[in-house]
């Protein structure tokens, strides 16, 4: 029966004996060894081809590649110390995936300025001097420091508990929720542009005409708004087509803020239509738009008398 981590996440007291999380913290040890090296090889590469290629076109591109591979390697030494030491230690959040529209630079900044995978990186470079010396001390004391050998192996891999707990695990509480936040923005605004899209379908040609103006609301809400949730209600009244965007950002949109907001009034203007903009400071914002209903056999009346 394999030993399980106690609920403090800390390792059973060391003792004389060679007990089951003696031998996996000495397994470790060893493997410190061959893991620092390819870290380390990892690193000196990517950062010597990655500044030295940075004058070309592709120098920026292959770090931001590289450093996603970095988190590939943190990923790796998190569940290593999860299986052999039983450090508990969360998954930092995913890079956010930039939208395709957002252009190739988008996703290159991004890569390039994600803090995780720098942090594996530093956790890979300095590895290599404290690899070497724990694989060296483990082995000596297997033939010749066996009876304290215990003891030893429990202060270095505490060491290496500190290790991973300061590089690897995510930041902070914030950096987990920024991400989480990001990405639920993402996914609320393009579920929402997909009901939107639905909508127009199922509507006839002359709404959908005007629908296509105001679905530029959502687009301010992905590039302004710095919403986490946002919402889209249609409905009619009598004659009136009505469409509502809410979200939770930050507020203060006007229709002079060069948001686009007063492109979008005058369009609905221009088609008998009303916007109305409601968004305090610290938010939310509530964008209101009224367009005139026609009626499918009122259009198909109008067609005809065309013709």
Do not use: C
């Not at 009876?147 to 500190?162: H, K, Q, S």
């Not at 930041?171 to 989480?180: F, G, K």
């Not at 002079?256 to 979008?264: E, I, K, P």
């Amino acid at each position: 029966m394999s030993p399980s981590a106690p609920d403090n996440d800390r390792p059973p007291p060391a003792r004389f004996a060679f007990d089951p999380w003696t031998w996996k913290e000495i397994a470790y040890l060893l493997a410190n060894l061959p893991m620092a090296v390819a870290g380390f090889v990892y690193t000196v590469f990517l950062i010597g081809v990655g500044a030295g290629l940075s004058v070309t076109v592709i120098g920026l591109p292959l770090l931001a590649l590289g450093l996603q591979g970095a988190r590939g390697i943190g990923r790796l030494e998190r569940g290593r110390a999860r299986g052999m030491l039983g450090v508990r230690i969360e998954e930092p959040s995913p890079m956010a995936r930039s939208r395709r529209d957002q252009g190739f630079f988008t996703w290159l900044w991004a890569g390039l300025k994600d803090p995780v995978g720098w942090r594996a990186l530093l956790y890979s470079f300095i590895r290599l001097p404290w690899g070497v010396a724990t694989f060296a001390v483990t082995l000596v004391g297997l033939f010749v420091l066996w009876p304290v050998l215990p003891y030893i192996a429990r202060g270095l891999t505490n060491a290496d508990r500190a290790m991973v707990r300061g590089l690897l695990s995510p930041s902070d509480e914030l950096e987990r929720r920024i991400a989480e936040l990001e990405s639920d923005r993402g996914v609320v605004v393009d579920t929402a542009a997909a009901d939107l899209r639905r909508i127009e379908r199922d509507l006839h040609d002359g709404a959908q005409a005007r629908l296509v103006t105001v679905s530029e609301l959502l687009q301010n809400v992905s590039k302004h708004s710095r919403a986490a949730a946002a919402s889209v209600d249609v409905w009619r009244e009598g004659d009136r087509l009505m469409l509502q965007v809410r979200d939770d950002g930050r507020g203060g949109a006007r229709l002079d803020g060069g948001t686009g907001m007063s492109g979008l009034a005058e369009r609905l203007g221009a088609v008998d239509g009303l916007f109305v903009l409601d968004s305090p400071e610290g938010g939310p914002t509530t964008v209101t738009a009224e367009l005139p209903w026609r009626d499918r056999a009122e259009t198909g009346t109008e067609r005809v008398g065309a013709a």
